[in-house]
């Protein structure tokens, strides 16, 4: 009989398929037990490559911010910054149990690398410290938002959510007279052929960038706002 050489067990890789059971099941299904029978070892072997299922947890999600577009200084900064929101809503649905969750100790290398260079990103192209910080929160928070929202729909695989909709217009007289605004919205956009909940994020994307940008072409001193990197 050939025996089958056993991969290694690194911390990288009790991650990495930590990650793929979440991904499969969910971060509540995810114990120290079931990871370690899914790489072929005992259970307390795990603990030379990470302290406790925190620092596991930890590692995951610096993974997935290893997985964002990191823009770079000197990139233009309104493509760079749409790039990496359309990663990171891509990102996150990939690993829907990665929205909410929040570092446990402190964030991790990968994500301390991501979020400096994004800093260094929009430093370069003008934007003074203040803004910078207020230019992430806003669009962190329209992006992961919206993948919150989206994870949280009943979408089918094409993004639609008409299925969901069309139960509701079953109830058509009573729609009509009790919530008479949702029924028109769902006669004449969500069932419309094409609509996907998925094709408004493009469109508050550019809302917000175009709010930054004008926040931007008017900020005072910006030239030597940019000459500081």
């Known amino acids: 009989m050939v025996k089958t050489t056993r991969a290694p067990v690194t911390r990288d890789r009790a991650i990495r398929v930590a990650m793929v059971l979440a991904d499969a099941g969910g971060i509540d299904s995810l114990s120290m037990r079931k990871l370690a029978a899914e790489l072929d070892?005992?259970?307390?072997?795990?603990?030379?490559?990470?302290?406790?299922?925190?620092?596991?947890?930890?590692?995951?999600?610096?993974?997935?911010?290893?997985?964002y577009f990191t823009p770079r200084a000197g990139d233009e900064w309104r493509p760079a910054m749409r790039a990496r929101a359309e990663s990171t809503r891509a990102v996150l649905a990939s690993h829907p149990w990665a929205i909410t969750m929040k570092s446990r100790t402190s964030p991790g290398t990968a994500t301390?690398?991501?979020?400096?260079?994004?800093i260094g990103c929009l430093g370069a192209a003008g934007f003074p410290m203040p803004m910078i910080g207020h230019s992430m929160s806003v669009l962190?928070?329209?992006?992961?938002g919206f993948a919150q929202q989206e994870a949280s729909l009943p979408l089918d695989p094409a993004g639609s959510i008409s299925a969901?909709?069309?139960e509701i217009i079953a109830q058509q007289s009573r729609m009509d007279e009790n919530f008479p605004n949702l029924a028109e919205m769902a006669r004449t956009l969500?069932?419309?052929?094409?609509?996907?909940?998925?094709?408004e994020f493009g469109f508050g994307l550019e809302l917000v960038l175009d709010g930054l940008e004008a926040a931007l072409v008017g900020t005072p001193n910006r030239s030597a706002a940019a000459s500081i990197d």
């Open 140 to 144: 962190d928070s329209y992006v992961q």
């Open 164 to 166: 969901a909709t069309e």
């Open 190 to 199: 969500i069932l419309t052929p094409g609509y996907a909940y998925g094709n």
């Open 41 to 67: 070892v005992e259970a307390m072997s795990l603990y030379y490559h990470v302290k406790n299922k925190g620092d596991l947890l930890d590692g995951m999600l610096d993974a997935v911010y290893s997985e």
């Open 112 to 118: 301390l690398g991501h979020l400096d260079s994004v």
